[in-house]
């Protein structure tokens, strides 16, 4: 657990930082309470407090790395994924981007049977519709092409 | 009692009953639907209710609410996905049991403690609701502080393997919490001129974003490697004397969500991080919590449910809604011409006996569906991985737009689960940034308001006996495990 | 193997990337609403969306469903309420204002549209967006418990100038309608008042009626039930003239303390370049449901009051609560620009 602490330590501190940082221009208005910047201080001095406890048991830690980083590379496509879809969703609306995602992401892990390819986007599509749009009356984006 | 009587024989009509069973079952959906919550449930079905009559239209809505209560917790045990917050802190445990093969245990305890937590919940609204009405009025800005304080203080008992790393997560969430307008002075802070970030970032899509997207990322790396997670569901049912082991927690439990629900401001997701922690405290074999132990589920559930019954305490009697959800229930009783308050009872008694009823007979309905129901909900575990993970990516996205039909809530919730796969990856605990996120705002406003009422005076805090023995209690709480665990412990 | 699907898996990835590149020319930035190009002879010919920039369950949703249900009677076409919470109104708001100019989408906008640029939060203001109706209308009302040592509002006065500073008044935040209201009675009288913020009006008649707090200055319809149960008594309403949830309570100027009126409100209002004909024809619409029993019940029974403008004068009123905020937040070190 070498890398993680010393990784999630140094982001903790430079998290704790910044929002120290910012908090200096916050203004004391003239009231009986502790003003805008007491608490959020509080909690950046805590960060960074965590931050290098986090740092020195990473530094001080010789065991082995036993976590293989390699499939991480699967989980970030997924994320692009994802975030593409999440990108298009304003422009193609929702439905569209939805079937074309899950199919996007059934043929990424491997699924390759017909069937599964079609009815799988197309039910999700159509489950959306009913529960959130027709009972629940949620109003799903329809994009701005199709307007 | 003959006001009782009269209550069950109101209710006994087939349109009462059609429509209360109706509302439990859209609840359970709306509630297992992530983004959707109860509030959203109630305040949808309400114009319906406006051309019902009273007992119609209020069982309606209580049933919906009740429901949706209990429908977060199916998605949390099964997929790691809270429906709703009360939810946030069934997954500690909820999720391990399914990994394990438990689900249908779980969710059995899970059904169990709702409609017992519910039940009990309804019977002290019944018994001593006005007497314990005044107490819910004396929870003023140094009460509230002081209990949010003790919420805060559990982190140190959900934080998992280190302390440190779960003490970070949790001011990581309050430091979240802070952003938006500054609660008493009303200052933009951390908003970098976004009109979206004002008003502070919505937990919920944080919560989804953490708990399921990142799951699902993580997932979609389990299908590439071979170390296939194989969920397997266990025929094995609930075992009586598991249950009677469980039944000092549940009860427990209960007791907590009620006095949480009467508390103006406190809810069921603050109630179940609570009776979680308290399931721990007083058990003797520690170790099991947060790897699926049975308590781990039952405590937070019986108190989430148990809520219900306690919000409508100071709703029924003072007239005062403790949260959205009874405000939306307030608005619909004034519609229908029932003013709540302490008239009420008097002048229009049969009708609230009848909604007593109508409110018991939910919780018997929730245990009904509930029962009749996990085989069919432990259905979804037979999904393959490679198909459910998508589906639920999808939920993740449509469950945030559909909160507020805001589109920067999936990009929150989005960002929320890269940031909780890496947590994942770093064995950093994610509910502790939920315990934040939910405490932070309370934490703030009410610490400041004290001050802003004695203006400016400290004493506040150790003057008022309700504020001094919260505070010990979070104290206490707080640092029980830096004495019984290492603080520097090694990986 | 696993190399070509992560080739296909990119592939759809610059695709989808291809897709937001060719409509990058589209500003709008959330386009959920169903609106079009209708033609504006047979306006409406579809659904209209009517966005309520408060999350559901709220005071605001609750009359814009119950509108929206009457509306629809009187245009033929169904009315569906979007909420779009988030910044003080501002999030929803703003994409009314944004949304496309056809009258198919409207949005019930709330007091604080002529108030959020002097607050600091957004740079919306009234002048961004076309009125067509005002509705509802609430005016502040000072609020004590009813074993209070004052019964009236001068009373009240005597009381505060004796104990300067002492008297804790609770308000919905610090800068909303409320507290506005309580600073500029404090002003007018020449007292001194604790202002304690709360979030929203609801917990601060909460505290009121716990004791934690000696007063509030919010609409009559939050205090109603406490009213009704014989808690809480209210002293004065901000308002030019009585109020019908509360026709015995007295307004500040009939209890001796000349006051502008301080009140929230909700109207209708449709993004600037709506053509004028489908102006008209929301307005009419509009007007005629407020004035259906159905709704009327729904608003007294909720102790909301109902004040009907034209969209001409619904624009004077909003530029003159514009010019006075201005001014009071100038007054009184709000916001932060």
Known sequence: MKVPHITSGIISICLGGLFYYLTLDFPKLNTADTGAAFLPRIYCGLLILFGIILLIQGIRDHSKNEESSQTVRYALISMVIVLAYILVIPYIGFYVSTALTIFSLLFFSKVRKAVTLVSVPLGAVLFVFLVFEKLLKVSIPMGSLFL | MSLLMEGIVNILHWDVLLFLTFGTLLGIIIGSLPGL????????????????????????????????????????????????????????????????????????????????????????????????????????????????????????????????????????????????????????????????????????????????????????????????????????????????????????????????????????????????????????????????????????????????????????????????????????????????????????????????????????????????????????????????????????????????????DIVVMFIAGVVGYFFKRFKIPASPVILGLILGPMLESNFRRALVMSQGDLSIFYTRPITVVLLVIAVITLFTPLFSKKLFKKS | MKKSMKCIGLFIVSVLMLAIAGCGNDKSENASDSAGSGDKTDFPSKAITMISPTSAGGGTDATARALAADVEKHLGQSIGVVNKPGGSGSVGMTEGANAKPDGYTVTMVIAELTMLEHMGVSTLNQDQMKAVAMINLDPAALTVPADAPYDTLEEFIDYAKEHPGELQVGNAGTGSIWHVAAESLAKNADIELNHVPFEGAAPAVTALVGGHVDAVTVSPAEVKTQLDAGNLKTLAIMSDKRSDIIPDVPTFTEAGLESETIATWRGITVPNDTPDEIVTILQDAFLKAADEEGFKKFMSSNGLGIELKKADEFNAFMDENYDYYKEMFAELGLGNK
């Open chain 2, 37 to 408: 919550t109860s509030t959203m449930g109630v305040a949808l079905m309400l114009p319906l209710t406006f051309g019902m009559d009273a007992v119609t239209g209020i069982l309606l809505l209580i049933g919906v609410y009740f429901g949706s209560v209990y429908g977060g917790s199916l998605t949390a045990i099964l997929i790691n996905t809270p429906g709703t917050p009360a939810s946030a802190a069934t997954v500690i445990d909820g999720y391990p049991l399914t990994q394990k093969g438990k689900a249908q245990k779980a969710l059995t305890v899970s059904t169990l403690s709702c409609a017992i937590g519910g039940l009990v919940s309804v019977i002290v609204l019944i018994l001593v609701a006005p007497q314990l009405a005044n107490f819910a009025l004396k929870f003023s800005a140094p009460e509230s502080f002081a209990l949010a304080l003790f919420g805060l203080s559990i982190v140190s008992s959900i934080a998992g393997d280190s302390l440190v790393k779960g003490l970070m997560a949790g001011t990581l969430g309050l430091l979240i919490a802070s952003i938006g307008l500054d609660p008493i002075g009303g200052f933009p802070r951390f908003t970098f001129g976004m009109s979206e970030l004002s008003s502070g970032i919505n937990f919920i899509p944080i919560m989804i974003g953490l708990f399921a997207a990142s799951e699902a990322f993580k997932s979609m790396e389990d299908i590439f490697t071979e170390n296939k997670v194989k969920v397997t569901i266990d025929k094995v049912k609930l075992k009586w004397l598991e249950f009677k082991g469980l039944i000092g927690t549940i009860l427990r439990s209960a007791g907590i969500g009620t006095f949480t629900g009467m508390v103006p401001g406190a809810g069921a997701d603050i109630a179940a991080f609570v009776a979680y922690n308290e399931a721990k405290r007083f058990a003797k074999n520690k170790e099991e919590f947060g790897k699926g132990d049975l308590r781990g589920v039952a405590a937070p559930e019986a108190a989430g449910n148990s809520v219900t019954g306690g919000a409508m305490i100071p709703l029924l009697t003072l007239g005062i809604p403790g949260d959205a959800v009874t405000a939306v229930l307030l608005g619909a009783l004034m519609v229908q011409g029932l003013q709540p308050g302490p008239m009420l009872f008097e002048s229009n008694g049969p009708i609230v006996y009848t909604l007593f009823v109508g409110m018991l007979l939910a919780n018997v309905l929730l245990l009904v569906f509930g029962l009749l129901g996990i085989r069919l909900f432990t259905k979804v575990l037979l999904i393959p991985q490679t198909i459910l993970t998508p589906l639920i990516l999808m939920l993740c996205v449509v469950g945030a737009y559909s909160l507020g039909n805001n589109y920067f």
